[in-house]
């Protein structure tokens, strides 16, 4: 399926089989804890227990790895469930990890409060200048963390640049392609090791679930990852499962939506004159555009601006859209508006990675696009 098909019809039928016992052309969802054996040890597809394996989330996992082009697969029950799976796995203590200096909220809390107590330490980097990523990994560093485009400055890191500099250092690179997705962004293929979701965003694509994953090309730290995925037990639920694997059906047509309707909004958000600053991958004007543009097939559904008037302004923005809802989470079909300093990076005020005030960070949807403009138009006033 992998090697012979495209991506549209992988993400369709990778993991999806008919049903062995019904021909039912959708795996059904195995809201099941444990299976009967035949004899002491007799398992039937190898399933024994859910949260060891369940054939809902096997569907999924086999999905989730043709679809990044790695070879195994694992699903969390959040995006931060597999991240700190992820880093039980790899880290110890005395461990160093580079992590950027614009990331998921989420993820810098996991860092700063929970990891770190364990005896690891973190280094900063501007992950879009590779000299920096150099200089930030010394002789006990063990990951490499890169999220691109970046949430929510929408920064852009060159993968297979950080990619040379983990090889040579002997350092794993880990990427986050939440933002971008499979569709957009494949960064197994640009020499990461291990590519991470939250499965929540546009994976699921319909805010109607919570999730997360892991995917891999190496055997043996797949073999680590699953091990440590059901000694921790943050597995997905067979109903989540479920969920992802269907929103990813239409992925595809999503992102090109989503990216479709993300360039007409910028093209309103540059000329508008109370909007300061747009930043969006895809304009020629972004610091990393030649660089999404050559490792992206197109830029996504998110952008940021600042609006002059600062932190109220901003705040006054997202309180009047009507077709944009104020809420937090993105990659849904419908659109989102919020305020980072308030809402998503509340965790990281004070941080190296604390984000501009006057910010305002939009997750564009697939509704149609003059709706869009129009509402955007008569928020800002
Ligand atoms: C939401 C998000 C996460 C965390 O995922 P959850 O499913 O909320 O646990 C991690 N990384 C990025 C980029 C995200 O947007």
Redesign the pocket.
């Known amino acids: 399926m992998t090697d012979r098909h495209s991506f549209e019809t992988v993400a369709i039928h990778a993991g999806n089989t008919a049903d062995p016992l019904t021909g039912a052309v959708v795996p059904p969802i195995y809201q099941v804890s444990t299976y009967k054996q035949d004899g002491v040890g007799g398992l039937r597809g190898g399933y024994e227990y859910s949260r060891s394996g369940n054939p809902t989330r096997t569907a999924l996992e086999e999905n989730l790895a043709a679809l990044e082009g790695g070879r195994r697969g694992l699903a969390f029950a959040?995006?931060?469930?597999a991240?700190d799976c992820l880093l039980r796995a790899l880290l110890g203590p005395g461990d160093h990890v580079v992590i950027p200096d614009d990331a998921?909220g989420?993820?810098f809390r996991l860092f700063a409060k929970v990891v770190s107590r364990w005896g690891v330490d973190y280094s900063v980097a501007d992950t879009s200048d590779p000299a920096a990523v150099r200089a930030a990994v010394n002789e006990r560093t063990k990951i490499i963390w890169v999220?691109t485009p970046s949430?929510p400055l929408l920064g852009i890191t060159d993968i297979a640049a950080v990619a040379d500099i983990a090889r040579t250092t002997g350092v794993r690179l880990v990427v986050?392609n939440?933002?971008a997705s499979p569709y957009l962004q494949q960064p197994l293929a640009l020499g990461a090791d291990i590519v991470v979701h939250?499965t929540?965003?546009y994976m699921g694509g319909h805010s109607d679930v919570?999730?997360?994953a892991l995917i891999t090309s190496d055997e043996s730290l797949a073999d680590e990852l699953a091990f440590h995925q059901n000694a921790m037990g943050a597995v997905a639920g067979p109903f989540d499962a479920w969920l992802v694997l269907r929103g990813i059906k239409t992925l595809a047509v999503r992102m090109d939506r989503h990216s479709e309707n993300a360039t007409r909004v910028t093209e309103l958000l540059t000329r508008h004159p109370r909007v300061t600053r747009v930043l969006y991958p895809g304009l020629p004007g972004h610091p990393g555009h030649e660089t999404a543009a050559k490792q992206m097939k197109a830029f996504g559904g998110m952008v940021s601006f600042e609006v002059e008037g600062g932190e109220e302004a901003a705040v006054a923005v997202c309180d009047r859209t009507k077709v944009f809802t104020l809420g937090e989470?993105?990659g849904g079909v419908e659109s989102l508006i919020e305020h980072p300093g308030r809402m998503t990076h509340a965790s990281v005020a004070g941080s190296a990675l604390e984000v501009p005030a006057g910010l305002v960070r939009l997750s564009v949807g697939i509704e149609a696009a003059d709706d869009l403009l129009a509402d955007l138009k008569q928020a800002l006033g």
């Not at 959040?78 to 469930?81: I, Y």
């Open positions: 959040s995006g931060l469930a991240e998921y989420g993820t999220e949430n986050d939440t933002f939250s929540t965003k919570v999730g997360g989470s993105l």
